[in-house]
């Protein structure tokens, strides 16, 4: 069963250490709040991506990240010291704030603006159509795991805004405009298209339409 998370992040941890193999990435991350009842084999979303933990002390946990992570994610990018988003999997009888994330980065993105309107941040982040078709203004997605809302969408990005509490407690604030992102789109989104995809393929192999239906009495 996929770990579920919320975008709510729990704090901001630090890389204490990056040990980079030919196709994979061990990461050691000093954490606090995630780590309070930590257990081998947890979830903990990082950035957005959800990854397993291998091993841990009281000020850090370690966890792997294989080949297809760091094709797909920005995690690649991190250096020692790098501040990164934390976020434990969800429990059953936790208030779902945020929105489903599954920890599963659809794409990369890229700040193409950043600007200060009066207490709010606004971010314009490009991103490939595979992500913007599944937004819409008003809806929700996950940047560096973070749950936020959409502003408006354009042919080739989106923007949303950071309030300051957001801002205060990840990641993303501190950002500059060519950084590269994590993004997970609205898992709803994905499958409504999956069963309405599903409902178009089955209503063009089926035999039941209204010519069949009127040439045998029912209409």
């Known amino acids: 069963m996929s770990s579920i998370f919320t975008g709510l992040i729990e704090e901001v941890g630090n890389i204490k250490q990056i040990i980079r193999g030919k196709q994979s990435i061990q990461l050691k991350i000093e954490a606090e709040k995630v780590l309070s009842d930590v257990k081998i084999g947890d979830s903990i979303a990082v950035n957005g991506v959800c990854l397993t933990v291998t091993d841990f002390i009281s000020t850090d946990f370690t966890c792997d990240l294989m080949p297809e ?13 790098s501040p990164v988003n934390l976020e434990r999997a ?20 890229r700040i193409k603006q950043k600007e200060h309107l009066d207490i709010a941040v606004i971010f314009r982040i490009e991103a490939p159509s595979s992500v913007l078709k599944y937004t819409v203004p008003k809806g929700s997605i996950a940047i560096d795991g973070i749950s936020l809302t959409i502003i408006d969408v354009f042919p080739d990005s989106f923007s949303v805004s950071l309030i300051p509490h957001s801002a205060k407690n990840t990641t993303l604030a501190k950002k500059s405009i060519g950084d590269k992102v994590n993004l997970e789109s609205d898992i709803i989104g994905r499958y409504v298209e999956k069963l309405l995809n599903f409902a178009e393929s089955e209503a063009k192999s089926s ?9 045998n009495g029912f209409v």
Do not use: W, Y
């Open 207 to 215: 035999d039941l339409n209204l010519s069949f239906l009127v040439e």
């Open 69 to 81: 992570t760091m094709d797909k994610t920005s995690l690649k990018f991190l250096q020692s010291g």
């Open 90 to 109: 969800l429990r059953l009888c936790d208030r779902l704030g945020g929105h489903l994330l599954q920890g599963h980065v659809d794409a990369i993105g």
